[in-house]
């Protein structure tokens, strides 16, 4: 074996993507979205949970749309649940054209997303054959936090 060459991770590692909401808690100032939200404590244990998972992560923005994380983007007062259905559903179309460069060699998409921010998206990933998987499904924001937490132990 060529010294310069590296073990390969195990094929469960190498075929996800996880995708993380925004939040309402911002800084003020224009940031990389990995620090933007970080005024969340919610978001703060989530992006350091997928960091942990040394897969691709990106932030779903209700103003953006998919944002990767190193991406500088303003503060904003927006959220999914301030539109309408015909507004979410143009967003969740942007965000799927957005996310499709991103799938190739990809068989999960792991949500850590409120209801709204995957509503749309599940069954449009299912529908070309990825598995979904949302691990805090059914838990309340002091629940998820939680769940959080122990997973960062």
Do not use: N
């Not at 190193?70 to 507004?87: K, R, S």
Request: overall charge positive; proline content about 7%.
């Amino acid at each position: 074996m060529d010294e310069r060459q590296v073990e390969p991770r195990p094929a469960q590692f190498e075929k996800a993507v996880y995708l993380v909401s925004c939040t309402k808690s911002k800084l003020c100032v224009p940031a990389p979205a990995k620090e933007l939200y970080a005024a969340s404590s919610w978001f703060s244990k989530a992006r350091e949970y997928v960091k942990r998972q040394k897969q691709p992560w990106f932030v779903l923005s209700a103003k953006h749309g998919l944002v990767h994380p190193d991406e500088v983007i303003t503060p904003y007062d927006c959220t999914l649940t301030d539109m309408g259905p015909a507004e979410r559903l143009r967003w969740a179309e942007r965000v799927l054209a957005e996310l499709q460069q991103h799938l190739e060699g990809v068989e999960t998409v792991t949500f850590l997303a409120s209801v709204p921010y995957r509503k749309l998206l599940i069954p449009a990933l299912l529908g070309r054959g990825f598995c979904v998987s949302v691990p805090m499904e059914g838990l309340r924001q002091g629940e998820q936090s939680q769940w959080l937490k122990e997973q960062l132990r």
